[in-house]
């Protein structure tokens, strides 16, 4: 077919939308999963169509908020809800199988300060305001081993002005990761990019933060023999490339 004779596509905004590498789904929903993703997810499904502070995202307001990026099957994120009553968490996580299960905690605690984007969190970091954002969480992400993968990796350059755009001075991104080469990846990254502080370079990584609520990823990785690694950074008030 000639070039000029080629249809325009229906949606040219389809041809732009990001590829989200990895499963949207795995087994079957139970029926009760089904259901509350037909029910429930609709009421805390974040709108990310144009810039709105997290507030607007929420049935009340909230003192301080947080996002949680790739959630799994959010043990920790309903942790952290349940504990910080006064924080609104938005998390991310485009595995449907992972958003049900938050779900079943979200409505069997009531949950009244959980978000949810079930897609890409880039699409949550792009709506997001300057400085509205207390904690962001990266746990356990997809290291994609191999180099050519490299690429897919949510700790890039363009990823990282992203948090440090959202997050106030002196808020926290807290990475943890069961992965060393991601680990010395993500600082190399970090340093890089200048905007956040490492706190307690010196310490002990593998010894999680106080209050640590875990997830379930994390425990197949200690049952495996695979020693996880914390780091802690706070958002400086500009960036200082290539130093943490």
Known sequence: MDERQKPAPEDASAEMKR??????????????????????LPRLRVDVQAEACPADWFSQPFTAYALEIGFGGGEHL???ARAQADTGFI??????????????????????????HDDDARDV?????EHCLDQ????????WHKNRHNKRRFISPEN??????VLRPGGRFLVASDIPQYIDW???????????????????????????????????????????????????????????
């Open 91 to 116: 998390g991310c996580e485009p595995f449907l199988n992972g958003v049900a299960k938050l779900l079943i905690e979200i409505d069997e605690d009531n949950l009244a300060n959980i978000a949810v």
């Open 19 to 40: 590829v989200v590498y990895g499963r949207r789904q795995g087994h079957k929903l139970h029926p009760r999963q089904a259901k509350l993703v037909d029910d429930l």
């Open 186 to 244: 993500t600082l190399n990254h970090l340093r890089a990019q200048g905007g956040f502080g490492w706190q307690d370079e010196k310490a002990d990584r593998r010894s999680p933060p106080q209050g640590w609520p875990g997830t379930r990823y994390e425990a197949k990785a200690l049952r495996e023999g695979r020693v996880p690694t914390y780091l802690e950074f706070i958002r400086r008030e500009r960036r200082q490339a290539g130093t943490l």
């Open 78 to 80: 309903a942790s952290r």
């Open 136 to 143: 962001v969480y990266l746990l356990y992400p997809d290291p």
């Open 160 to 165: 990282l002005d992203q948090v440090f755009r």
């Open 125 to 129: 970091l792009e709506a997001l305001p």
